[in-house]
C-alpha cells in the first residue's frame, strides 16, 4: 500500500485549510446571562478542517462562544444570543432549525467525561440509533466499531463492548465520549477543556487523536494551556473580558501576535 508520509499529509491538510471555506460564520454575536452581557459584538470565523483554539483568562467568554455555535446556551435560563452564527450559510438562530439536528452536525465533547451509565457499545450505538443512521445489527456494529476506530479506542475494549463505559479510565472514558460525538457524523466537533480533568499521558493521546480528527471534522477547541493550544490548532482565537481580541495563524500567535493583549496573556502576564 502507498502510505502516505505524515509530512504529506499535513501539508495535504494545510493545503485544503488554505482551499477551504468557511464551515461557521460568527457575525456580530454578543451574548448575556440576564442582565449581564458575557460576548460583545464577537466576529469569529471557523475555517473546515482546521482546529480552532479558544483561549483567555477565566471568564472572558470561551465557553459561551463555543456553546453558541450548536446553541447550548438554549439551554440555560435567561440567556440570549444576538447576532448572527451560520452553519453552511444556514442561519442555525433561524426558528425553523431543529436543534436536535443541528446539534448532531455541531456536536460537543465536554470538559469532564460524561459517558452513559451503560455498555461501551451503547455508548455509541445510541446516537446513530436514534438518529435513524444504522439499518441493520450488522451496520450498528459497523458504526460502533468505526467509531471506536476514529478515536483511538477500539484495541483497548474490543473484547469488553458490553462492560460499562463508566469502568473506563478517565481518558478512555473521555476517548469513549469523542467516539460517541463522532458516531454521528457530525460535521463539527466542540470541545469545551477535553483534557482538563486529564493525567499528561491520557492528555497527550486526546491531544493525537484531536490533531487526526482534523481530516474529517472541523474542530473547536476552548483549552486553558497555551501548550496545547499550540500543540494542536491551526488557527487561535484570543479572548478578553467579552471581547475577541485578536484571531490568527497558531505559529503566528505564540510568536509574533498584533495585540499586545495576546503577548502579555501568552507570556503569562495576566489570567
Ligand atoms: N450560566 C451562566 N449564568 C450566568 N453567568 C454566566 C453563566 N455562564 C457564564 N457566565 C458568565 O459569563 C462570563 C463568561 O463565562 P465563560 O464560562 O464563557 O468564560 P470562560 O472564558 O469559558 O471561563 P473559564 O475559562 O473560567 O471556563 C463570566 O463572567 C461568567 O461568570
Not at 469569529?44 to 483561549?55: D, K, P, S
Not at 450548536?70 to 451560520?86: A, E, L, P, Q, S
Not at 436514534?130 to 450488522?138: E, F, Q, S, V
Not at 497555551?226 to 485578536?246: D, I
Amino acid at each position: 500500500m502507498n502510505m502516505m508520509s505524515e509530512a504529506a499529509v499535513e501539508k495535504a491538510l494545510d493545503q485544503k485549510m488554505t482551499e477551504s471555506k468557511y464551515k461557521m460564520i460568527g457575525k456580530d454575536v454578543s451574548v448575556y446571562y440576564g442582565e449581564k452581557r458575557a460576548l460583545f459584538d464577537v466576529n469569529l470565523n471557523v475555517q473546515e478542517h482546521t482546529v480552532t483554539a479558544l483561549i483567555g483568562p477565566s471568564g472572558c467568554g470561551k465557553s459561551t462562544f463555543l456553546r453558541t455555535l450548536n446553541r447550548m446556551n438554549d439551554t440555560i435560563d435567561g440567556c440570549r444570543v444576538t447576532g448572527k452564527i451560520t452553519l453552511d450559510e444556514m442561519d442555525i438562530y433561524d426558528p425553523s432549525i431543529d436543534v436536535v439536528e443541528l446539534r448532531a452536525r455541531v456536536g460537543m465533547v465536554f470538559q469532564k467525561p460524561n459517558p452513559f451509565p451503560k455498555s461501551i457499545y451503547e455508548n455509541i450505538a445510541y446516537g446513530p440509533r436514534i438518529h435513524g443512521l444504522a439499518r441493520t445489527k450488522a451496520e450498528l456494529d459497523q458504526v460502533v466499531e468505526t467509531s471506536l476506530q476514529k478515536a483511538g479506542l477500539w484495541n483497548e475494549v474490543k473484547d469488553r463492548l458490553q462492560e460499562s463505559g463508566t469502568g473506563l479510565s478517565g481518558g478512555q472514558q473521555q476517548r469513549l465520549c469523542i467516539a460517541r460525538a463522532v458516531a454521528v457524523s457530525p460535521e463539527v466537533i466542540l470541545m469545551d477543556e477535553p483534557c482538563s480533568a486529564l493525567d499528561p499521558i491520557a492528555t497527550a493521546k486526546v491531544e493525537e487523536l484531536i490533531h487526526e480528527l482534523r481530516s474529517n471534522f472541523t474542530i473547536v477547541i476552548v483549552t486553558h494551556s497555551m501548550q496545547q493550544a499550540a500543540r494542536v490548532s491551526q488557527r487561535t482565537a484570543m479572548f478578553h473580558l467579552g471581547l475577541l481580541v485578536e484571531e490568527n495563524d497558531t505559529d503566528k500567535m505564540f510568536t509574533n501576535p498584533d495585540d499586545q493583549r495576546t503577548q502579555d496573556y501568552i507570556m503569562g502576564r495576566f489570567g
